[in-house]
């Protein structure tokens, strides 16, 4: 085959179509503007212009998990990339598939402290899955395709491929996909098939089983999900999802416990703690999730299924470690199961059903809705009612109205939920949501956020109103940074230090110094209405709701405790102050 | 459960000799408080373009699991190998010593150079600079000896390793 020779920026340009690219999100600058020049010139690529860089990457974030392909980023050199550095890390901690592609100086500058340059490769190191300098157009068509294998293998995550200058103008090789292959990186996808028979055996001669799963099932795909669904109903096997994994089994099944971990449900934590099989599939152990390490499900045998190696006896050592994809480790799974004719001692599973139920009993998500003040998981539960018949995506910030999504709303699909998990990351949500909409022009897009966490990234109002994305974004608004303040009523004696928004914005105004549509709604007889007109609306929408500004998320594991000592909260045992010097000093 | 004894292990890695992948090695290190004894990294396959780097680390068992496993998963990496696991291996390291002395320490200097098979490869009226080949401790052994006797400057390589008998990476 004759080599095709371009220009560098068409050889970028032409990789991404050659992948498959529809859509990328980005902010131009100097040292990226042969690129911007070449897009503009091909038109063949949708740019959405954000107006801050980590928006573009939260961005990227929402269209790739939502749609389970790669989320391609494009900025400048310097600050372009440094901004984009929070955004990266957001995908590395979640392992979301995401292409960055950064402008650099020219390569003689570099290292001159040149005008708008920073070392990003030094920078993003420890924030990405991997990334490239590219010093040399002979390399770039390889490595612009070396790297969305990287990507999207294993575990995903996010890549950045800094571009100097020069190199996006001189003349480059072009090879096509089939061409590279990667002489190193091929993660292994099959489990061994040994082990996942003991594993069998074990979850078979189980009395006390429970499937625990996390992100990594829904990065495995929708089929994953499926058999995920299938293998669980089939073994009669209690399950609980993580914050990541919601909506890779359908939440209004029998056999979902709810979300497990700090702010999960009582059954979950309750069921993980007591359990004597844990079938931990696609979920890492987070701190979030298992509390205190030396008091974690003291009783059970651990098996792990993990397509990273390095997240098998991480925190807590298992007894059987499984390295493979969730999806292709589950369909051997369910072949084996059902080739072996196994079937957990009905009795046993009827008496921890039992004991589940009682668990459940404490209705520990349950709130009581005034009359004169809107309770904010009260808003999520009527969004949820609202939205059943609707192609639904919810995005949120971080915090209490974080949580109470999680707690609330029902998810029953894959790539429904886009949340910020592992990071953290308030001034999310609203980007997200913006990427997710784009990905799906039809769908209701809803981002749950807080008065806090919305100022984080509101500029991305103008990206909404430009690009005609109707996302609906609904402030859970308490007039506080909520967690921070919950923590500081739990641990710190109630000194609400630096947590109060003394100085909000006029939600209404802003949206439509925006152009367009603010609502606002403080009593609870109006909340039904006013979703509804915020459903309505054919634009974005931005409602702010007034909610309890002392209400607390519950239930909560305080760091340091086990699963066992859950705070189940006002409706049970009131707030108290939680008395731990340990848990103070743990995040 | 938790396994608390700390051991020191041996680990080769083998990489693509491509820039920075020293700095994500030593990142990785630094980044998720792993400690590294010694170090060495050197092209060892110039028509693939491979290094080799020696890590010697300590930790729990689960740690040094870690620790290989995080290794792993970096992209350029091709392999890694615990040494102190897989087998008997044999590790040495060289050491340039300066001495500065005179009279009988100058002297005793010489003399326990020559048992323990160091070369003087520099020297001066009033100094010696001795090159020692050997396991890590033979080293520490002969420099504690030449402490008193004028030791004024110490330069190490670090520990290549590789396994014997047969087995290869």
């Not at chain 1, 494009?74 to 592609?101: E, R």
């Not at chain 1, 630096?498 to 100085?503: F, K, P, V």
């Not at chain 2, 590294?36 to 028509?47: C, F, N």
């Amino acid at each position: 085959m004759a080599e095709r020779i371009l220009n560098g920026s068409e050889v970028v340009l032409q990789a991404l179509v050659d992948q498959g690219v529809e859509v990328v999100f980005g902010y131009p600058g100097g040292a990226v503007l042969p690129l911007y020049d070449e897009i503009f010139k091909q038109n063949r690529i949708r740019h959405i212009l954000v107006r801050h860089e980590q928006a573009a990457v939260h961005a990227a974030e929402g269209y790739a998990r939502s749609t389970g392909k790669v989320g391609v980023v494009l900025v400048t050199s310097g600050p372009g990339a440094t901004n984009a550095v929070t955004g990266l890390t957001d995908a590395l901690m979640d392992s979301i598939p995401i292409i960055c592609l950064t402008g650099q100086v020219p390569t003689h500058l570099i290292g001159n402290d040149a005008f708008q340059e920073a070392d990003t490769t030094g920078i993003t190191r420890p924030c990405t899955k991997h990334n490239y300098l590219v010093k040399d157009s002979e390399k770039l068509a390889r490595t612009m395709h070396e790297a969305f294998h990287v990507a999207t293998s294993g575990r995903p995550g996010p890549v950045v491929i800094d571009l100097p200058k020069d190199i996006l103008v001189a003349k480059a090789p072009y090879l096509e996909p089939s061409q590279v292959t990667h002489r190193t990186y091929n993660p292994i996808v099959k489990g061994d098939r040994g082990q996942i028979e003991q594993a069998i055996e074990l979850l078979a001669s189980a009395k006390k089983p429970i499937l625990y799963c996390g992100g990594g099932v829904i990065n495995s795909g929708s089929q994953a999900c499926k058999i995920l669904t299938e293998f669980t109903r089939m073994t009669g096997v209690p399950i609980t999802l993580t914050l990541m994994g919601l909506g890779a089994y359908p939440a209004s099944d029998k056999q979902y416990l709810g979300m497990l971990g700090m702010h999960g449900t009582y059954e979950a934590n309750m069921a993980m703690h007591d359990c004597d099989v844990m079938i931990a599939i696609g979920a890492r152990f987070d701190d979030r999730v298992t509390g205190n390490l030396d008091f974690f499900s003291p009783g059970s045998q651990k098996v792990q299924i993990d397509i990273d190696q390095s997240s098998i006896n991480k925190n807590v050592p298992v007894d059987i470690g499984i390295i493979g994809d969730v999806g292709h480790v589950l369909e051997d799974m369910m072949k084996i199961w059902k080739a072996k004719q196994h079937r957990i001692d009905a009795k046993a599973l009827d008496s921890w059903w039992d004991e589940i139920e009682g668990w459940r009993g404490k209705r520990c998500l349950s709130y009581k809705q005034p009359n004169d003040v809107i309770k904010p998981q009260h808003v999520i539960r009527r969004l949820h009612a609202l939205t059943r018949d609707r192609k639904t995506y919810i995005t949120t910030d971080v915090g209490q109205h974080q949580m109470w999504a999680a707690q609330h709303f029902g998810f029953e699909h894959p790539h429904e939920w886009m949340t910020s998990g592992g990071l953290g990351t308030m001034g999310y949500g609203m980007p997200a949501a913006m990427g997710v909409q784009v990905a799906h022009p039809d769908a209701t897009v809803i981002c749950f956020t807080g008065d806090a966490s919305v100022m984080m990234n509101i500029q991305e109002c103008a990206t909404l109103k430009q690009y005609h994305l109707p996302v609906k974004t609904v402030i859970l608004n308490n007039r506080y940074m909520g967690m921070v303040r919950q923590w500081q009523q739990l641990l710190h004696g109630s000194r609400y230090s630096e947590s109060y928004s003394e100085s909000l914005p006029d939600f209404v105004k802003l949206s439509e110094a925006f152009g367009f549509t603010g609502l606002t709604c403080n009593n609870p007889a109006d909340l039904d209405d006013t979703l509804k007109q915020m459903l309505e609306i054919d634009g974005p929408v931005i409602l702010d709701v007034a909610v309890d500004d002392k209400e607390n998320c519950y239930p909560m594991i305080p760091s340091g405790k086990p699963h066992n000592e859950m705070l189940l909260g006002a409706e049970t045992n009131g707030d108290e102050a939680i008395d731990s010097d340990e848990g103070m000093v743990l995040v | 459960m938790k396994e608390t004894e700390i051991s020191k292990h041996t680990i080769s890695i083998l990489v693509d000799n491509e820039a920075g992948v020293l700095a994500r090695v030593i990142g990785l290190f630094s980044g998720r408080g792993y400690n590294i004894e010694s170090l060495t990294v050197a092209e060892v396959d110039a028509s693939y373009h491979q290094s080799r780097i020696t890590v010697v680390t300590s930790g729990t068992p689960m740690v040094i699991e870690q620790i290989k496993a995080q290794l792993s998963r970096l992209v350029p990496v091709h392999k890694v190998s615990d040494l102190t696991l897989s087998g008997p291996s044999v590790e040495r390291e060289l050491a340039l010593i300066k001495v500065i002395a005179s009279g009988e320490k100058r002297v005793e200097s010489l003399r326990i150079a020559d048992i323990f098979k160091a070369r003087a490869v520099d020297a001066t009226n009033s100094s010696f600079v001795f090159e020692i080949i050997g396991s890590p401790e033979k080293i520490d052994a002969f420099i504690k000896l030449m402490e008193p006797l004028g030791l004024s400057e110490t330069s190490r390589t670090g520990v290549a390793a590789i396994s014997r008998g047969t087995l290869t990476m």
